[in-house]
């Protein structure tokens, strides 16, 4: 399994942002997609996932109304659209997978222990 976050880089603050998330080598029926982001000195903290078998997903609270998931399973992609940007979403943002029967009957998750992790991409919010 790799994963390969881009798309990061230095927006105003009230600026958009969108995130691309490649993926490779997991059947989507069997694992879900997270994204997780992480401020030096601070723990990894889960933004949102979706799962591969139906699109469910899950935000965390400060995520609802400004960040969107989507997937595009042909292109092997999962994307993160930022709005209304804020000085303290500032961090490195990850792209994650997790093995499992994720789907609307039972939601992926937001912890911090995701199976496989690609490389993060930096998103500076400049006030």
């Known amino acids: 399994v790799q994963l390969q976050a881009s798309g990061g880089g230095l927006v105003q603050a009230g600026g958009s942002l969108n995130l691309s998330c490649t993926v490779s080598g997991i059947d989507w029926y069997e694992y879900a997609i997270g994204w997780f982001r992480q401020v030096p000195g601070k723990e990894r903290e889960g933004i949102v996932c979706?799962?591969?078998?139906?699109?469910?997903?899950r935000y965390a609270d400060y995520a609802k109304g400004r960040f969107t998931i989507s997937k595009d399973q042909v292109k092997n992609m999962v994307y993160l659209q930022m709005r209304d940007l804020k000085p303290e979403d500032t961090a490195e943002y990850y792209c994650?997978?997790?093995?499992?029967?994720?789907?609307?009957?039972?939601?992926?998750?937001?912890?911090?222990?995701?199976?496989?992790w690609g490389q993060g991409t930096q998103v500076t919010v400049s006030s």
């Open positions: 979706i799962a591969g078998r139906d699109g469910t997903t």
């Open positions: 994650a997978a997790d093995l499992g029967n994720y789907s609307s009957r039972w939601s992926c998750h937001l912890d911090n222990d995701y199976d496989d």
